[in-house]
Nanobody, 123 residues
Framework: QVELVESGGRSVQAGGSLRLSCAGS????????MAWFRQGPGKEREFVAAVFRKTLTKYYADSVAGRFTLDRDNAKNTVYLQMNSLKSEDTAVYYCAATDNSDYSRPGAYDVWGQGTQVTVSS
């Protein structure tokens, strides 16, 4: 059963914008943290952004802070990643994840993952 479904990935030119969405199943509704990670070609999976369900506190990787914005709609159990001023180094498969672990930036802390959506930024 797919618990997290990502959408919105596509090819875009550098400087452009994209909005990714991640819809969660009912089982994920109560999980403490929802986040985005990404994995570029030949790279390890890295943290992008996370939001805590109750407080809506958000955290961003330094590489995306000021360019990406994460929003969470608890009623829809959906998170959105607005990506602006995209760069070629943002090219990656973007994964949505959820967990009850507060160690929000560590991939190993997450036990629910989506299948990923490809973002390709061309210069």
């Amino acid at each position: 059963q797919v618990e997290l479904v990502e959408s919105g990935g596509r090819s875009v030119q550098a400087g452009g914008s994209l909005r990714l969405s991640c819809a969660g199943s009912e089982r994920t509704r109560s999980l403490y943290v929802m986040a985005w990670f990404r994995q570029g070609p030949g790279k390890e999976r890295e943290f992008v952004a996370a939001v805590f369900r109750k407080t809506l506190t958000k955290y961003y990787a330094d590489s995306v802070a000021g360019r990406f914005t994460l929003d969470r709609d608890n009623a829809k159990n959906t998170v959105y990643l607005q990506m602006n001023s995209l760069k070629s180094e943002d090219t990656a498969v973007y994964y949505c994840a959820a967990t009850d672990n507060s160690d929000y930036s560590r991939p190993g802390a997450y036990d629910v993952w989506g299948q990923g959506t490809q973002v390709t930024v061309s210069s």
